[in-house]
């Protein structure tokens, strides 16, 4: 052997086994590169981010600044009283001039009993009250006799 031919084997030895498409008769160099779209540049792609991930932060704070005001506050505590006491006894004096008989003064009870239970619950209701009778209270609250005694005015036919 020539020392052209130890050459040759030596390169042979040391180079890179062929790539299948050398093989195959395509060389390397021909093969398609995947190629990156340049649509958006790089620096443009971050400020992307940056103003998307800005205007998520935004709404999200916004929604918490919502939260924490409609949800995290519960209406104010009000208390008022009934003198129920007070509106019996004028309930009493005002069937007893009626005379009425032994069922009819039941049935006027029931009626009464019934309708004054329904106007506190109402009216707590409507006005978000605590009521409370009137001798349990030692401090200043809105009293609301009168109002119930107003909703609760029996028609003349009974």
Sequence with gaps: MNSNDDNIEQDTMTAEPATTQEIQ???????????IPNAIPAGAMSTTKLLAFASLAG????????????????????????N???????????????????????EAAATFSKSLEFEIRQ????????????PAVLSDVPD????IEQQLQVPDGL
């Design 59 to 82: 709404a999200f704070a916004a929604l918490l600044v919502i939260a924490i005001h409609f949800v995290g506050k519960e209406p104010p505590v009000r208390f008022g009283v009934v």
């Design 25 to 35: 008769g395509t060389p390397a160099a021909a093969a398609p590169q995947p190629q």
């Design 123 to 134: 009216l707590a209701k409507k006005e978000r009250l605590h009521l409370l009778v009137a």
């Design 84 to 106: 129920i006491q007070d509106i019996l006894e004028r309930h009493i004096k005002e069937y007893a001039a009626r005379n009425l008989t032994k069922e009819q003064q039941q």
């Design 144 to 147: 609301y006799t009168g109002y």
